[in-house]
């Protein structure tokens, strides 16, 4: 059953999936093993639960939990838990936030905030809000086994040969849109990102049997 979401945000799905056939044959094949896991979790009644890993957990990764979650919501694909996480700790970049923002995802900041912000993300107000923040891959708040992990940076993927606890494994790197901090085409460079992220997840989902 899908969900109705944010009316800004059906408009960037919309657009993210008239870009679905744009995907090079190379992605599909890394993206449609994911949706094989997801698919493969369901028929098994289990929970198919998916850590984006990134060095920072701060971009790549974070954009990633929240559009995989969004993307299932929209095709009605039950069950499915997204996290993130890095091989250290920093904060969600507030650009990546800006960026999420504008895509149309609800963000509330949780109280006591620090240098590392904990923020409440909702895609609908049917949903229980999505607590997102930095931390590591293998922090208590991800689950610890059972898990895809989806490497979202070379440096992260490099870094740790083996994700313990990790059911499956896959490398689906993009490119950071840090490169772009401070420069003209910073805000253009992380709504990129987030709609090649966006455009991704949804095609993975749309194939889940």
Request: charged content about 25%; hydrophobic content about 40%.
């Amino acid at each position: 059953m899908t969900l109705p979401m944010y009316t800004e945000l059906e408009v960037t799905i919309r657009r993210a999936l008239d870009r679905v056939e744009a995907i090079a044959p190379e992605r599909r094949a890394l993206l449609d093993h994911i949706a094989s896991y997801i698919s493969s979790k369901g028929r098994a009644g289990e929970e198919p639960r998916l850590t984006f890993i990134c060095t920072h957990n701060s971009r790549r990764s974070q954009m990633g939990q929240l559009w995989a979650a969004a993307a299932a919501a929209h095709f009605g694909v039950d069950g499915v838990k997204t996290f993130s996480g890095g091989t250290e700790v920093t904060a969600f970049n507030p650009r990546a936030v800006a960026a999420m923002r504008r895509a149309g995802f609800a963000f509330e900041e949780a109280a006591g905030a620090d240098a590392n912000p904990h923020y409440l993300v909702r895609f609908s107000d049917d949903t229980p809000p999505l607590e997102c923040f930095s931390k590591v891959y293998d922090d208590p708040f991800n689950p610890s086994e059972g898990f895809a992990a989806l490497m979202t940076c070379g440096e992260a993927d490099e870094a740790c040969p083996v994700v313990y606890g990790a059911a499956a494994r896959v490398a689906l790197r993009y490119v950071d849109p840090k490169a772009a901090d401070d420069t003209p085409r910073e805000a253009a460079a992380y709504d990129e990102r987030s709609d090649q992220i966006a455009t991704e997840m949804l095609y993975a989902f749309s194939k889940v049997a």
